[in-house]
T-cell receptor, first 113, second 111 residues
Framework: DSGVTQTPKHLITATGQRVTLRCSPR?????VYWYQQSLDQGLQFLIQ???????AKGNILERFSAQQFPDLHSELNLSSLELGDSALYFC????????????FGAGSRLTVL | LAKTTQPISMDSYEGQEVNITCSHN???????ITWYQQFPSQGPRFIIQ???TKVTNEVASLFIPADRKSSTLSLPRVSLSDTAVYYC????????????FGTGTLLAVQP
């Protein structure tokens, strides 16, 4: 157990639907990162939050949005889902500035049918 | 942001030492070099981090030359369970930091 909790572990839904993925960072970690990993692909950086504020954006689609709440948990919202959105979505947290040590969760596997 | 370049894949045999090199020609003064390991369908796991010269921990060593434009992850005496994708990551560790992973190196260890 890495200390980063992601729910749900698996999710199957249909095209056009909306889903929410949840992440609880490791205790004490202020930064949360979201990554998407499609089958046999690398990790695509989506977005980063630090202590409730958006700090960096990557290749995140307009159909996707995220936020980090006061208790530091984060949610990634995916809407108008397409087949190509099927992927593993990872959340990672980082303790403090000054280190690039990310702790990843087990991921949420999204299947869009 | 410093871009990283790694070999797509490497093959090895059990018991051998494996060295995976990462190029990061435009690394900045404040950037650290971090390596991760990822097994299929699992999140990446931190292996080792360094800034310059050599760093060693219980699982790997990291060699960084004086110009810091490359780094080499060394895995001693690999086993079948070391078969995984290895990523190097370069960044300054600031509060605002796009930590972008490269394509990684798929290490296949054979008996």
């Amino acid at each position: 157990d890495s200390g980063v909790t992601q729910t749900p572990k698996h999710l199957i839904t249909a095209t056009g639907q909306r889903v929410t993925l949840r992440c609880s960072p490791r205790s004490g970690d202020l930064s949360v990162y979201w990554y998407q990993q499609s089958l046999d692909q690398g990790l695509q950086f989506l977005i980063q939050y630090y202590n409730g504020e958006e700090r960096a954006k990557g290749n995140i689609l307009e159909r996707f949005s995220a936020q980090q709440f006061p208790d530091l948990h984060s949610e990634l919202n995916l809407s108008s889902l397409e087949l190509g959105d099927s992927a593993l979505y990872f959340c990672a947290s980082r303790r403090t500035p000054g280190a690039n040590v990310l702790t990843f969760g087990a991921g949420s596997r999204l299947t869009v049918l | 942001l410093a871009k990283t370049t790694q070999p797509i894949s490497m093959d090895s045999y059990e018991g051998q030492e494996v060295n995976i090199t990462c190029s990061h020609n435009n690394i900045a003064t404040n950037d650290y070099i971090t390596w991760y390991q990822q097994f299929p369908s699992q999140g990446p796991r931190f292996i080792i981090q360094g800034y310059k010269t050599k760093v060693t921990n219980e699982v790997a060593s990291l060699f960084i030359p004086a110009d810091r434009k490359s780094s080499t992850l060394s895995l001693p005496r690999v086993s079948l369970s070391d078969t995984a994708v290895y990523y190097c990551l370069v960044g300054d560790g600031g509060a605002t930091n796009k930590l972008i992973f490269g394509t990684g190196t798929l290490l296949a260890v054979q008996p």
